[in-house]
């Protein structure tokens, strides 16, 4: 597979080049090798200028803990869990004809198919700028764990709704199939948008350090906020967003660590996200176990704590852009054993956590906690 920097003014009427291009968009989302989807990429130096690769460049590497790198996550993955939050709300409503969460996942998806088309050109302005969009924003936006759950409660059929098994199913495998089609659609839509904007980006210089610290400074402090806007803001607020808006970090921090350290240590198969996103599917359905509980339910400040776990820790401990651009990066049996993997492993977390209690009468199938 070409680097993204084949990618330049060279003639389209160049066949090699027509070549070139057409197998770099047919197989968008493979420019980066799977170990490093969540890396920053190293910040190039050049002494000539050019729009395809400059002749005399050298690597920078950037530290992957590195602390802007990692301060810059926390304002992402805030952004990142606001916007999924908003658009839920906003496309949940009495007759809608398209699941809320697909609006989350090609959202999502999309911007980090144009990330990781512009990783290079990031690169080259401020590396962390890479990691915060993709693994940050994207990663933040999108979410593994509550598509398992909504598939799993169209298996159980938990609204009670008035049909059959069959629909049952037809509804569960629907939102299976069109969630990985619009996902991996989005990605390879984001890629090629991103490789008609690279040509036209500006040349803009990488910022100063004081300018750096004052990006982390700023992070850290936006993070920081989180904590009086959860316990000064109205508690009708904490369950809706400023209970997850505490969490998001350190799940994106977890899925983060999960992907640097894992995804090396096998080359066909990302072990990191395939870690965080059955990690959070599990803990997430724990979660909602508790927060069904039938015969004492919770107050509503434990409520609003769990559901920003669920919203906030889970939602941003899994993901699935990464995940999508994973499964572009594979081929063939590798490609249909990480997606069945993964799919599987969730569906059956579900099943051996809630299905107990669910058989058992203990928990219904609707959560007990209702706010106001």
Not at 290 to 301: D, E, F, T, V, Y
């Amino acid at each position: 597979m070409l680097p993204l920097r084949t990618m330049g003014k060279d003639s389209p009427s160049d066949p090699e080049n027509a070549r070139r291009i057409h197998t770099s968009l047919h197989d968008a989302g493979s420019e980066v090798s799977l170990s490093s989807v969540d890396l920053p990429p190293p910040r190039r130096r050049s002494t000539q200028h050019s729009d395809i690769l400059p002749t005399n460049s050298t690597s920078e590497p950037h530290h992957a803990f590195s602390p802007h790198v990692l301060f810059l996550l926390m304002p992402a993955s805030i952004f990142g869990v606001l916007m999924r939050l908003g658009l839920v709300a906003l496309t949940t409503y009495n007759g809608q004809s398209v699941f809320s969460l697909a609006y989350v996942q090609g959202l999502g998806c999309f911007v980090m198919g144009i990330g990781i088309a512009l990783k290079e050109p990031l690169g080259e302005l401020y590396p962390p700028l890479y990691a915060a969009l993709t693994t940050g924003f994207c990663g933040s936006v999108t979410t593994f764990s509550s598509w398992q759950l909504d598939v799993f409660n169209s298996w159980i059929n938990s609204n009670d709704a008035d049909h059959s098994a069959l629909r049952n199913f037809i509804d569960g495998t629907g939102k299976s199939v069109f969630t990985l089609l619009i996902s991996i659609s989005s990605v390879l839509f984001g890629s090629y948008i991103g490789r008609i904007i690279h040509p036209h980006l500006p040349t803009i210089s990488s910022p100063s350090r004081p300018v750096r610290y004052a990006i982390s400074i700023v992070s850290v402090l936006i993070y920081a906020a989180t904590l009086p806007a959860f316990f000064l803001l109205p508690a009708s607020y904490r369950h809706q967003a400023t209970a997850a808006l505490l969490f998001a970090f350190p799940g994106t921090l977890t899925r983060y660590t999960l992907s640097i350290l894992l995804n090396p240590l096998l080359t066909e198969f990302p072990l990191g996200t395939f870690a965080a996103n059955s990690a959070g599917s599990g803990l997430l359905a724990a979660l909602h176990v508790i927060q069904s509980i039938a015969s004492k339910p919770l107050s509503p400040k434990g409520c609003s704590i769990v559901q920003g776990l669920d919203d906030g820790y889970c939602g941003c401990l899994t993901t699935i852009s990464t995940f999508a651009v994973e499964v572009r990066g594979l081929r063939g049996w590798e490609r249909l054993r990480y997606v069945l993997m993964s799919w599987g492993v969730g569906q059956l977390l579900f099943l051996v956590i809630m299905g107990p209690s669910l058989l058992s009468g203990n928990v219904k199938k609707e959560v007990m906690c209702k706010f106001d």
